[in-house]
């Protein structure tokens, strides 16, 4: 009887799904049966079949639409801006940010970019050979502020912060540049460390796209420098910033004993820590995996990055810009960006790259919503 009342219901099931509308039939198209992996069929278990029932679908209609009237109940909406004032380029970002409210009456901060600009004015290339930036970067520097200062007012931006990194805190000039921007573009720059930089990018919550039961090694390559940070239990941890950035090793300032003291201190203190991942930031890295074509959230691959490099290395500067579709400053400084990266994977055997496209002008907006939101 056991066994009887067991058949009925396999017909039964059988003949629910028995269907003559003829539309159901068309994807007899031989393509949709080339999957022969196992685990597509995994879904066979009756007991997935046990939601055929229309009440609870119904159910899960309601259900989804009261968690997206909730969730979508706006609390404030700013727009802001954050300027970042790198070695080879000054980005403007624009963004429109809110509060989400949750099912639970949390929150989270949700960002929306509006526009982001970029401007090479390559304050490092001075900074890093002479020390002084010249009067007429320094103008190319003006006019840009000037510029992004007309673009927040048309964007109508209601706070912004204007952030620079190592170019500008290691020039001579640097109190008389931003005087100068200050007078004649009316934007105050604030020099941040290396440290400080990497806790900003940081503040973007990577801790939520991150698979949190491995530890990864947050890598940003710029121009003047390298900022690395361990991140374990979705944490930051031990954390420096070395004195190797693309412009530099552009212009031949990198000694063999900076790149010897990176190497020993990331296998005294990462090596042993076997990260998951290295998680890039910066421009260049950006830039390779646009060109990989790799879909969000997949990885860059050691093989990879040697590959391209060694693709990029066999092509000059020009070939680069005209082949590749590069821009001259990218052109120049992509190929030493990729050697960081490769030397940072080759000493801690990583072998992937998340590259979540997130960068310093990211984080300032975080910050700057923090502090403006009330």
């Known amino acids: 009887n056991h066994e009887s009342r067991i058949h009925e219901s396999t017909n039964h099931e059988s003949t629910n799904h ?9 994807s007899t198209n031989p ?17 997935i079949h046990e939601s055929t029932n229309p009440r609870i679908h119904e159910s899960a209609k309601f259900f ?21 004032i790198g070695s080879n380029a000054v980005r403007l970002l624009v963004a ?9 009456n949390g929150q989270t901060i ?18 890093f050979t002479v020390g002084k930036i010249s009067d007429e970067l320094i103008g190319n520097l003006v006019k840009t502020m000037q510029a992004f200062k007309l673009i927040m007012e048309v964007y109508n931006v209601v706070h912004f912060r204007a952030c620079a990194t190592s170019a500008l805190r290691e020039a001579s000039n640097t109190k008389a540049i931003l005087k100068r921007v200050k007078k004649e573009a009316g934007v105050a720059i604030q020099l941040i460390g290396g440290q400080e930089e990497a806790s900003i990018i940081l503040s973007n919550r990577l801790a ?7 530890n990864h090694l947050y890598v940003d390559v710029g121009g003047g420098s390298t900022e690395i940070s361990l991140l374990q239990n979705g944490r930051l941890g031990i954390s420096k910033s070395f004195k190797i950035g693309t412009l530099r090793i552009h212009k031949k300032q990198i000694a063999p004993k900076q790149w ?3 190497g020993n201190w990331l296998n005294r203190y990462i090596q042993p820590t076997v990260p998951l991942a290295i998680v890039g930031s910066g421009g260049n890295i950006n830039r390779v995996f646009k060109r990989s074509n790799n879909r969000s959230g997949q990885p860059l691959m050691y093989k990879h990055l040697r590959q391209e490099r060694e693709l990029l290395a ?10 590749q579709d590069l821009n001259r400053d990218r052109a120049e400084v992509i190929i030493p960006a990729l050697d960081v990266f490769l030397f940072i994977m080759e000493k801690t055997d990583i072998r992937q790259v998340l590259v979540p496209k997130i960068g310093l002008a990211d984080g300032i907006i975080r910050q700057l919503y923090g502090e403006v939101d009330v």
């Open 260 to 262: 010897k003291e990176m």
């Open 96 to 104: 429109d940010v809110f509060k989400q409210k949750g099912i639970e």
């Open 31 to 47: 393509r949709i049966h080339e999957s022969t992996n196992p685990r597509i069929h995994e879904s066979t278990n009756p007991r």
């Open 110 to 127: 949700q960002i929306k970019k509006v526009k982001l600009y970029r401007v090479p004015v390559r304050l490092g290339v001075e900074a």
């Open 64 to 84: 989804t639409f009261a968690i997206f009237k909730v969730n979508f109940k706006l609390v404030k909406i700013l727009r802001l801006a954050a300027i970042d």
């Open 314 to 323: 066999a092509l000059s500067v020009e070939e680069r810009i005209w082949l």
């Open 18 to 26: 028995e269907s003559t509308n003829p539309r159901i039939h068309e």
């Open 208 to 214: 939520n796209i991150l698979d949190n039961r491995f």
